[in-house]
C-alpha cells in the first residue's frame, strides 16, 4: 500500500534562509512523486515531479527535491526563502500500474520577515 | 489559471440535501480526478476517470457519485448531506491517467452544510 508522511504541519523559516520540508513514502514499487503547493484560497499547482531518470529534480520557482530511495524520502529545499514562498506544500505519490494518488497532510511554510 | 474550471465556486445547502458540482478540465485532458480538502482528513482522492470510464477509486462515501461525460466535462453528485461534509472539493485534469502525469487542478468549490 502506497503512503505518504510529512513531517512537520507547520514550518517557519526567515526570509533568505534555506528552506527544507520533509517527505517520506512507502511504496512497494517504483513510485512516482510529487510535490505541490496551494496558495491561500486557490487549488495546487505542480511545483515538480520524479518519474524516473535524475534523482535530483528541479521545479518551480527556485525549488528542489532528491529522490532517495534507500531512504524512501522525497524531501522539498529550496536555498533561500522569499516571502511569496508562505503557502502549503503537499507532497504525493503514485505507484506506477496504479491510478490514485495519495496526498501527504500538507505542510504549512510561514516565511519571517 | 490552470485551465479547469469549477462551477459553483461557492455552495451553502441544508443537511439531507443533494448537490451536484460540476468541472470542466484542460482542453486535450482526457482524465478527469475529484478530491475532498477538509481540515481534519486534509486532501483526500475520491475518484478518477479516464475518457468516461471510471478508472480509480479513493475514500468516496456511497451517498456521494460522478461520472464523465462525452464532452469530458465532469459532475460529482452528493447526496442526503451531513455537516461532516463540508469541504472544499477540487476537480483536477491530466493530459491521459497515467501514473506519471501531471494533475492540473481547478480552483474549487467550497461546500458549507448547516
Known amino acids: 500500500a502506497q503512503s505518504v508522511t510529512q513531517l512537520g504541519s507547520h514550518v517557519s523559516v526567515s526570509e533568505g534562509a534555506l528552506v527544507l520540508l520533509r517527505c517520506n513514502y512507502s511504496s512497494s514499487v517504483p513510485p512516482y512523486l510529487f510535490w505541490y503547493v496551494q496558495y491561500p484560497n486557490q487549488g495546487l499547482q505542480l511545483l515538480l515531479k520524479y518519474t524516473t531518470g535524475a534523482t535530483l529534480v528541479k521545479g518551480i520557482n527556485g525549488f528542489e527535491a532528491e529522490f532517495k530511495k534507500s531512504e524512501t524520502s522525497f524531501h522539498l529545499t529550496k536555498p533561500s526563502a522569499h516571502m511569496s514562498d508562505a503557502a502549503e506544500y503537499f507532497c504525493a505519490v503514485r505507484s506506477s500500474g496504479t491510478y490514485k494518488y495519495i496526498f501527504g497532510t500538507g505542510t504549512r511554510l510561514k516565511v519571517l520577515a | 489559471d490552470s485551465g479547469v474550471t469549477q462551477t459553483p465556486k461557492h455552495l451553502i445547502t441544508a443537511t439531507g440535501q443533494r448537490v451536484t458540482l460540476r468541472c470542466s478540465p484542460r482542453s486535450g485532458d482526457l482524465s478527469v480526478y475529484w478530491y475532498q480538502q477538509s481540515l481534519d482528513q486534509g486532501l483526500q482522492f475520491l475518484i478518477q476517470y479516464y475518457n468516461g470510464e471510471e478508472r480509480a477509486k479513493g475514500n468516496i462515501l456511497e451517498r456521494f457519485s460522478a461520472q464523465q461525460f462525452p464532452d469530458l466535462h465532469s459532475e460529482l453528485n452528493l447526496s442526503s448531506l451531513e455537516l461532516g461534509d463540508s469541504a472544499l472539493y477540487f476537480c483536477?485534469?491530466?493530459?491521459?491517467?497515467?501514473?506519471?502525469?501531471?494533475?492540473?487542478f481547478g480552483p474549487g468549490t467550497r461546500l458549507t452544510v448547516l
Open positions: 483536477a485534469s491530466s493530459v491521459t491517467g497515467d501514473s506519471g502525469n501531471e494533475q492540473f
